[in-house]
């Protein structure tokens, strides 16, 4: 036996313990019907008015992982012709030394009326700081920043380990997921380089690979030399100032050899977004300790065609090293990627790492290595 509630007249004319009659019933539904119509008719406006504010000014907060995952590796960048497309200077490698009969001995030296720029240093050398080398040139390397004479980035490529040596940053001593001291070949028969300090194969950000979507054969835990070539006589500030092979984008209006330099970095790639970088393709980093310890020096191109027996002709050319070795996100390395896959010239051909140049020899090392402006190291 349920006990009756005390509540108002007012409340007792429009219900009651049991049921609603059916008179009071009918408008309490039309009631509720009105106001669930209107709730819908005003739901359905605010959903068009936003709809049409979003389509007006959209803003998207875009991360590392929406850039290389959404862009696939096949899109290409503004059509159109490609003015620095067969620009390259054909100069073809030559013989570095001549041995010739001293007396009793055997001496060494350079060929230097073959060189077609009017120099012989090589590259890539040893940046070890007080390091000089014993080819005494007559050139000076430009000290300035690339940007304040007028030269642009034209191109960006990496090697297998690194072809300069810092002694204690990247030498013999470094070691990877692939340590040799041999430099045994890897990937293809890509000769690998002097590897860096710091991989720790007991930290799961230097052994745990990332997943790739752009760049090919490149690992977590490597070394990697990134090289940067400029150019006065690129394409600067167009959409055809980047250029693969890099001749294209260094000599796309003609030849100076006074105004081409090469920036180099040296990476151990982790899968850590704390070391991640947006924009890798256009420069070298230079923050806190990243590009702060710098050589510079003149000295020539590189890759596995030239040795201490084969040199380049491509010489005199101004170098800036890191003599650091430096932490970067394999996702910095994939939006690199992924940038150089949308511009307008075809830079599929350096979307992996190349081999990595001998040491060359001191006594085709330049002797003038300065540390920053205006002072030799």
Known sequence: ???????????????????????????????????????????????????????????????????????????????????????????PNIACTILEIDGDEMTAFVNTSAFALGTAEQSGVNVTKGYQGLYETALEPILEDYFEVGMCPVNVHWHLGAEHYSLGEYDENGSGPHSDHDHRKLAGNVRQGYQCHLYDKTDKTFTTEYDWKHCVNTHVGETYEVHWPHSGMGA???????????????????????????????????????????????????DGDYGLDMATYTGSTTGTSRDNEVCSQYAGITWKVDRKCHLISASSFDKMCADMMTQRDDMSDDLYPHGARELVDDILAAD???TRRGLRA
């Open 1 to 91: 036996m349920s006990e009756e509630v005390p509540v108002s007249g007012e409340l007792k004319s429009m219900i009651t313990t049991s049921s609603v009659p059916q008179k009071q019933e009918e408008p309490m539904n039309k009631l509720l019907a009105a106001l669930t119509l209107g709730l819908t008719i005003t739901v359905i406006a605010l959903s068009v008015s936003v709809a049409r504010l979003s389509n007006e000014s959209e803003t998207t907060v875009v991360t590392a992982d929406a850039v290389t995952a959404g862009a696939p590796s096949t899109v290409k960048g503004w059509a159109g012709v490609n003015p620095c497309t067969g620009t390259k200077v054909d100069l």
């Open 236 to 286: 600067c500030g167009t959409v055809n100032q980047f250029q693969t092979p890099f001749y294209d984008g260094v000599f796309c209006n003609g030849v100076d050899p006074t105004k081409i330099g090469v920036q180099g970095q040296v990476f151990t790639i982790v899968n850590d977004e704390r070391y991640y970088y947006p924009d890798l393709m256009r420069g070298m980093i230079k």
């Open 368 to 370: 003038n290595h300065a």
